[in-house]
């Protein structure tokens, strides 16, 4: 490339620089919803994060909270942790210690990028001990198909004693059903409908010597997620989000953006906006791009 036409197409560049933050101020993906911070895989709308989560977790841009939407309704998203891929989510039509509330379930779309966490605990409640299938006798009259975990009748015993929303409305314990999402496959239907239960209650990371104490429980569903097949952590998004960036994606192409402070879109990172140095000299700033995608790939690696 010519000295000339490098500084020629550096003007243009220039020209579409001031052009493009005169008419766009503000980063069309934000970086948090309400109290909850966003990053890859999550997204606040269109074009950000990762377009299989778009669909599902959205953020009310007026309420501006996080909410995840499959075919049996809308949750809050109470908070995400992104070392351990794990979003967590309240049902307000679960029952919980304090209170019981009659339920539907709770269901996750086949096609979701994300499934229940191993640590999920499901506790169906007041469930119709002569036909609900959880407790169906066999045909040949030797024994039961339960899907309930035996070993963990007892947060059956604490749910129904030690909570007086529970213990006030008399329940036998043997209309408790304790099962993980596990004995059922990752993507299962928690129809209570079919399972003839009136209400369940959900928790996840019950700490040793919790179990009795129901009222500390922390109530609610924990899911996972992948990043890919390989569960990789896109380096060019980790220095899209290092840049002050967020990771979105073309709607079009379905192909990686970082959306830059000031609306500005790359198919890198915002590095590039804020050092001269690198717009000066185009062979550096692509040079120096690999660089930090190696460096991020490698902290990324790290976690
Ligand atoms: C930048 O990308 C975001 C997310 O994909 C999109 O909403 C926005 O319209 C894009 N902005 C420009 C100026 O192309
Ligand atoms: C009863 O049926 C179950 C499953 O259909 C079978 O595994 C079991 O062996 C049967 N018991 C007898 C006594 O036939």
Known sequence: MSLKRSSSSFFIFLFSFFFLSSHVSSQACQKTCGQIPIKYPLGTGSGCGDPRFTRYITCDPDQQTLTLTTHTGSYPITSVDYAKQEIYVTDPSMSTCACTRP????????????SFHDDTVFTLLDCSVDESPVFTPLSNGSGRVSLCDRQSSSICTFLYSNCRAISLINLQVSTCCVYVPLDLG???????????????????????????????????????????????????????????????????????????????????????????????????????HSHTSTISSQIINLY
């Open 103 to 114: 339920s539907h379930g709770f269901g996750l779309d086949w096609d979701a990028p994300f």
């Open 186 to 288: 990752p993507s299962f239907e928690m129809d209570l409908n079919k399972l003839k239960c009136s209400s369940y209650s959900g928790f996840y990371n019950l700490g040793p010597g919790q179990e009795s104490h129901p009222e500390n429980w922390n109530y609610g569903i924990a899911l996972k997620y992948k990043f890919n097949v390989f569960d990789e952590y896109p380096g060019v998004c980790g220095s899209c989000e290092r840049s002050n960036g967020a990771c979105g994606f073309n709607t079009q192409s379905s192909s990686f953006v970082c959306n830059c402070p000031g609306g500005i879109n790359t198919t890198s990172d915002c590095f590039f906006l804020y050092n001269s140095a690198s717009i000066l000299v185009p062979w550096f700033s692509s040079k120096h």
